[in-house]
């Protein structure tokens, strides 16, 4: 009971794993290469959505202080962390982007097995 | 003196992102650059090291902000280590790019071949001396990408293909590491290394969940990059495919950054106490001795050359990992020396190949007999390393396998020294072959000439390495003193 008591609880921590590993399934298992580059993209996004949570505290309102007022302050750490985790991203992602590019020049196809059966045929 | 650390890393970032700009038009001048930024580093680490020695190691904050809140960069003689190693050995790739990238990268690529170069080198140094989760994320990502465009930037399409198949499992191994930093910042609320590993014993104690999913994300993540056994698939291709000087760092350093990395944060931040609650040290044991065999025996079936020396890489990361794993002095110290040693073996044979592949075009080693009459120096080298892969005393692969061997003995493992002596003959048989066959096959047909004639940019270096390698050899004193220091650290931890 204890344990669905706690995936209940932190829903948003269970929720980001299952996004996390359909994300590295997709990019493991499918051979289409534009959907792995979107599993890449789920799979970060889940990370973020984590790490983000991490620091989210309930009732919490963005941190910015003014002067004479105590309210409760989510923690901006994980989520100033993110932006540079987002960036990262999107430059993973152009270069992946223009690898495919790059081998449809040369193969005419963005699927990985078809590659693997022009080489094949190729040898 | 202090600022030197940083100063070293922007250098090479300043020359990474002035190159296309300075190269546009000239396209000889970004190489320049790059020789001489990286050679003046390693001068100026050479200084760090010096004034590390009087003033002992030191944290040094970046912009003068103290942990929690700046970064903060660990100048430790673990860290000097590693990027004197990087600097040195890149130094001389550098100077064999000069003759062997004209033939490889179209000359208006040469710049940007020069950023990636320089990019990459930033990106390994700060690697060796972060002491911040994040940083270390950050500067993962930088190799990552770095390193796949190095691959692709030869326009050939096995070169993209490799560099996809890299990214692609690089970046899987990039979430396990940022969900693995994200699991260690809930439970110790840092991420600064020391003040996580401060933080750790109680963690461990209320958290033990946390630690250990974190312990195996890091180790899934790094071994992923380094190529640890299982997890090496990437590996063979991305290296055998790439220019000759992008083989030569990708085997040489890139792997083993990973790997530092991984040893220090396991042995610093998780330290003896979370590794005595799970068998991780006993399991790497494994993993590494399934390297150092398997890797090898890939190695004997390969035709390719290039291939031939990838798969020998998978197996000398498993000296690294098993060195290390051992958790004895000895055994540690191995395992760094051999990232040194092996650096220089590795560059020494992938240059060496570059070079016959420069002047023959054949990548076949069946096809390579007689070569060494027409390649002296160039197979007289390959020899050196060759020997010294194998492990022969007077050359520095020995030294490497004798502290491993003792490292064994030390930590009441012999079995570990009977899977040392067995690679060192697999290594025998697939390097002694290629080297007897060109010494003492008959030349093919084809083309003739009498000397090597590759130019003298890529002899200097091909002999600096090969000298290199005997003189570690026979005199490793003041690399191991270094060596010692860099393991009493971790060690003590």
Redesign the interface.
């Known amino acids: 009971m204890n344990i669905i008591q706690g995936l209940v609880d932190n829903y948003f921590y269970f929720a980001s794993i299952v996004i ?1 590993l359909i ?2 399934h997709i ?2 298992t499918h051979s289409n ?1 534009i959907k ?1 580059i979107m599993g ?1 993209n789920i ?2 996004t889940a ?1 973020f959505l ?2 983000v949570s ?1 620091g989210y505290v309930d009732g919490g309102s963005a941190p910015i202080v003014i002067e004479g007022q105590t309210i409760r302050f989510i923690n901006p750490l ?1 989520s100033a ?1 993110i932006l ?2 987002l960036v ?1 991203g999107v ?2 992602t152009a ?2 982007l223009s ?2 590019i ?2 449809y020049k ?2 005419g196809t963005t699927d990985s097995d078809e ?1 693997m059966a022009i080489r094949r045929r190729e040898q | 003196m202090n600022h030197l650390p940083i100063v070293v890393i922007c250098t090479s970032l300043i020359g990474a992102f002035a190159s296309p700009v300075l190269g546009k038009g000239r396209p000889w001048l970004p190489g320049i650059l790059a020789r001489i930024i990286v050679p003046a580093n390693a001068v100026l680490l050479g200084i760090l090291l010096a004034h590390v020695g009087d003033v002992g190691v030191f944290h040094y904050f970046v912009g003068g902000w103290a942990p929690p809140w700046g970064i903060a960069l660990n100048v430790d003689y673990l860290s000097l280590y590693m990027a004197m190693a990087i600097h040195v050995i890149s130094t001389i790739i550098l100077v064999f790019a000069r003759g062997d990238l004209g033939h490889e990268v179209r000359l208006d690529g040469h710049r940007w071949y020069y950023t990636l170069f320089l990019l990459l080198v930033a990106a390994m140094t700060a690697l060796a001396f972060s002491n911040d989760f ?1 940083n270390i ?2 500067f993962t ?1 930088v190799a ?2 770095a390193a ?2 190095l691959i ?1 930037i030869k ?1 050939y ?1 096995e070169c ?2 490799a ?2 198949k890299y ?2 499992l690089s ?2 191994g ?2 396990f590491i ?2 693995a930093l ?1 699991l260690l ?2 439970v110790t609320g840092h ?1 600064n290394l020391s003040l996580v590993a401060g933080e750790m014993a109680a963690a461990a104690e209320a958290y033990p969940m946390n630690i250990m999913v974190a312990l195996v994300l890091l180790i899934v993540g790094f071994g992923v990059k380094s190529a640890m056994f299982p997890l090496h698939v990437w590996l063979p291709d991305a290296h055998s495919s790439a220019p000759s000087p992008s083989s030569a760092i990708l085997s040489g350093l890139v792997v083993k950054i990973y790997a530092v990395v991984l040893i220090r944060v396991i042995l610093t931040v998780f330290g003896r106490g979370v590794l005595s609650t799970a068998p991780i040290a006993e399991m790497l044991l494994l993993l590494s001795s399934a390297a150092i065999i398997g890797g090898s025996l890939f190695a004997l079936a390969q035709r390719d050359i290039k291939r031939l020396l990838a798969y020998s890489t998978v197996a000398q990361i498993g000296y690294i990992y098993l060195g290390i794993s051992l958790l004895s002095e000895s055994g540690t110290m191995g395992g760094l020396v051999h990232i040194f040693n092996h650096a220089l073996m590795k560059t020494l044979l992938f240059l060496a190949a570059g070079a016959m592949i420069h002047q023959t075009g054949l990548r076949d080693i069946t096809k390579l007999s007689g070569i060494a009459k027409k390649m002296p120096i160039t197979m007289g080298v390959f020899s050196i390393g060759a020997l010294s892969m194998v492990g022969i005393p007077g050359f520095n692969g020995f030294i490497s396998k004798m502290y491993l061997a003792t490292g064994a003995f030390e930590a009441g493992k012999p079995a570990f020294i009977i899977v040392i002596l067995l690679s060192s003959l697999l290594n025998g048989l697939y390097y002694l072959p290629i080297v007897v066959r060109a010494f003492l096959g008959a030349p093919d047909e084809g083309e003739v000439f009498t000397r090597d004639r590759i130019p003298l940019s890529m002899t200097i270096p091909l002999v600096a390495l090969g000298l290199a390698c005997i003189y570690f050899g026979l005199i490793p004193g003041p690399l191991l003193e270094l060596v010692r220091r860099a393991a009493e650290h971790l060690i003590l931890l």
């Open positions: 996390f994300g590295m990019m493991l290469m792995k890449m799979m970060e990370i984590f790490v991490i994980p962390l540079t985790g990262v430059s993973l270069f992946a690898l495919v790059e081998l040369c193969y590659i | 994040f994320f950050v990502e990552t990408i796949c465009a692709a326009a399409r993209v293909e560099s996809f990214l692609i970046t899987v990039s979430g940022l969900l994200a910042y809930m991420f």
